[in-house]
C-alpha cells in the first residue's frame, strides 16, 4: 500500500477522533465502507489500473451489469474476511474459485435489492447522496471542509467517475434503506417474546421408530422360508428373482494375507520406521512370518493371529495396502509398503477371483426375502391400525415382530429449529403437533420410503433468562428472513445470467 495510502488513512482516523459522529455519520461510514474498500484492498493507486481483464462483465441483471473490477473488489474483500479461517494462510484455487462464486452472488444480490426496491418507490434522493459526500465523509475532507479536488483525485485514482461512484452510493444507500423497512415491520410485540420464552423453557423428549422397507425386511425374519422351498412355484419364484438380480450376488475377489505393521509416531521417525520395516523384511526369508508379526507387529488386533487378517476385498482396506496386497504374488512377502499407519510387509497366502454366489448357496436367504417381502405390507398395515386406536401394546408388538426399535430425540426447546436425529420434514410437523399426555402421534408418518411412529416421551421445564440482545436477535432473525424471501421471490422474476469464465478464473 503507497505511503499516500497511509497518509490518507492517517488524516481519517484523526477525524473520527476529533469529531463527534452523529448517527447519520455513522450510517454514511458504514454505507460507504463496501465502496472505499476498493481503495485500502488494492492500493492508492488503486491496482486495478494495471489489471489486464479489469473491464467487461460478471455477469447482468436485467439490464444491469456487473463489472469484472466489482467482482474482483468483492472477492478480495471476502478474501480478507476469510483469510483468519485458514491461519492467515492464502487461499488455493478452489477457495478463490468458492470466494468469486460468493462474490458475484452477493453483487447479484445487491443490484436485484436495488431494482426492487425502486420498483417499491425506496429512494435516496440527489440531495441526500449530495449531503452524504459532502458533509457526512471524512475521505473528502481536510481540517472538516469537503475539497472537490481531493474528491476527484481519490475517485479518478480508482478510475471511477463520480456519476459511477454516486450511483453506487445510491444503490448502497436504497439498499440499507431497504433492510431498515424491513427490521422495522420486524419488531416483535410483548406477547410475542413472552410466548418465545415460553417455548424455550418448554423441553420435550421424543421417542421414535424410524425404518423404510430395505431396513424392515433385513429385520424381519421368517420361519417357515426353508419350507415354502418345497413349494415348486415358490422355488421357481426363488429362482427367478436369482436370475433377475444376479448383481446382488456377485461376489468381488478376495485375499487371505498377515501383514506386520511398524508404525510412526512421536518416538520413532519415519526413516526409523522404514528402516525397522526393511530389517525384518529381511529376516523374513530365513524366519516364519507369523513368528515375526507375533514378535514385531505394532498391529494388536492381528498380532496376537500371527499376523492373519483372513479374507479380505479391495474396498476393507486403504487404498495402498489393497493395491500391494492385490498385486502380490502368492507366498511372497512384498516390498514395505507406506499407509497413513505406517508401514507394512504384506504376506498374500490365498486368493479369490470374482465370480458369483450359486443359487443353491443363496437360495435360503432369497427365499426369507421374498417371505419378509410378502408379509411386510400386512405388518404395516396391521401397525398403522394399532398407532390410529392408539394401542401402545400392540403398536410395541409389531416393532418387536418386524425387528424395530425406539430411539430418542433427546430433549429439545419448543422453538428449535431443528429436532435433533430425526432429519425429516415431515417427522418434524408431526412432533410440533403432538400434545402433552398424548402416548402416540396418531398416524404412521410417511416422507419419501422413510417410515416414523412418534410419541411424546417425556417434558420439562428450564428457566430461560434473556439477555440484553435476545429482543435484537429475534428482530434481526425475522428481518433476515423477510429480506431473503423478497429477494429470493424477486431473483424468480429477474434475469440474471453469471460469466462462466469470470467464475473459473480464466
Known sequence: ???????????????????????????????????????????????????????????????????????????????????????????????????????????????????????????????????????????????????????????QANRLTPADFEEK?????VNVRTQRLFEAASQPLSFEIEKIKNLQESKWNVGYVKFNKEMALTQMKSTNAQAQLSNPEFLKRTQDYYNNNKAEFEVQPQVLAQHILIKIGKDVSEEQAKQKIEEIKEKSKTTDFGKLATQYSQDQGSKVKNGDLGWFGKDRMVSEFANAAFSQKLGEVGEPVRTTFGYHLIKVNDRKEAGQKPFDQVQTEIAQKLVATDAYEGEVQALEKA????????????????????????????NADMIPNLNSPEASKAVFALQEGQSLYPHLVKDGAERFILRLKATKKEPFVADSNFRASIERE??????????????????????PQVLSGR
Open 1 to 155: 500500500m503507497s505511503d499516500s495510502f497511509n497518509q490518507f488513512k492517517k488524516q481519517l482516523n484523526v477525524g473520527i477522533q476529533s469529531k463527534r459522529w452523529s448517527v447519520k455519520s455513522i450510517t454514511a461510514l458504514v454505507l460507504f465502507g463496501a465502496i472505499i474498500a476498493v481503495f485500502a484492498l488494492f492500493g492508492f493507486p488503486n491496482r486495478l489500473n494495471n489489471s489486464a481483464g479489469a473491464s467487461g462483465f460478471a455477469g447482468q441483471v436485467n439490464n444491469a451489469l456487473i463489472s469484472v473490477a466489482d467482482l474482483r473488489s468483492e472477492s478480495a474483500r471476502l478474501e480478507q474476511m476469510y483469510a483468519p479461517m485458514f491461519g492467515g494462510q492464502g487461499l488455493g484455487d478452489a477457495q478463490r474459485q468458492f470466494v468469486r462464486q460468493q462474490a458475484l452472488e452477493n453483487l447479484i444480490t445487491q443490484e436485484v435489492s436495488s431494482q426492487n426496491a425502486k420498483k417499491a418507490g425506496i429512494l435516496a434522493t440527489d440531495a441526500e447522496i449530495q449531503d452524504m459526500i459532502v458533509r457526512e465523509l471524512p475521505y473528502f475532507q481536510e481540517q472538516g471542509r469537503f475539497q472537490r479536488d481531493r474528491y476527484y483525485q481519490i475517485l
Open 169 to 173: 452510493l445510491r444503490k448502497e444507500k
Open 387 to 414: 398407532i390410529e386406536q392408539g394401542d401402545l401394546s400392540t403398536v410395541e408388538a409389531q416393532i418387536k415382530k418386524m425387528g424395530l426399535k425406539w430411539e430418542e430425540t433427546g430433549f429439545f426447546a419448543l
Open 478 to 499: 425475522r428481518a433476515n428472513d423477510l429480506f431473503g424471501s423478497w429477494i429470493e421471490n424477486a431473483k424468480k422474476t429477474a434475469k440474471i445470467e453469471r460469466n
